[in-house]
């Protein structure tokens, strides 16, 4: 079992940043993969950003490739999401998740309850 709690949401201007934080708790693979998904009112919920517990390489959605980053610390279990140059479409529920080596978004087994990114204009 994996528990997964976010933090470090709130509310920006437009242009600002905001670090996100997954604090990971429980048995976890070296198989593992870890994403950041996000989702706003009304809207399909999306992959922003996806890394290999064991490895260093990352996958980028389209809409935050070069203003998101996605990191890890693996001794303790934490996962980061640093968002610069936000947008007012950048506003959404982000969600931090983690599955055994997921093609899609339902094969991501643990899931944590989400933290909110307000981005004004």
């Known amino acids: 079992q994996v528990q997964l709690v976010e933090s470090g949401g709130g509310l920006v201007q437009a242009g600002g940043s905001l670090r996100l934080t997954c604090a990971a708790s429980?048995?976890?693979?070296?198989?593992?993969?870890m994403a950041w998904f996000r989702q706003a009112p009304g809207k399909e919920r999306e992959l922003v950003a996806a890394i290999l517990w064991s490895g260093s390489g990352t996958a980028y959605g389209d809409s935050v490739k070069g203003r998101f980053t996605i990191s890890k610390d693996n001794a303790n279990y934490t996962l980061y999401l640093q968002m610069n140059s936000l947008r007012p479409e950048d506003t959404a529920v982000y969600y931090c998740?983690?599955?055994?080596?997921?093609?899609?978004?339902?094969?991501?087994?643990?899931w944590g309850q989400g933290t909110q990114v307000t981005v004004s204009s």
């Open positions: 998740a983690a599955g055994s080596r997921p093609l899609y978004m339902k094969e991501y087994d643990y």
């Open positions: 429980g048995r976890t693979f070296s198989t593992y993969k």
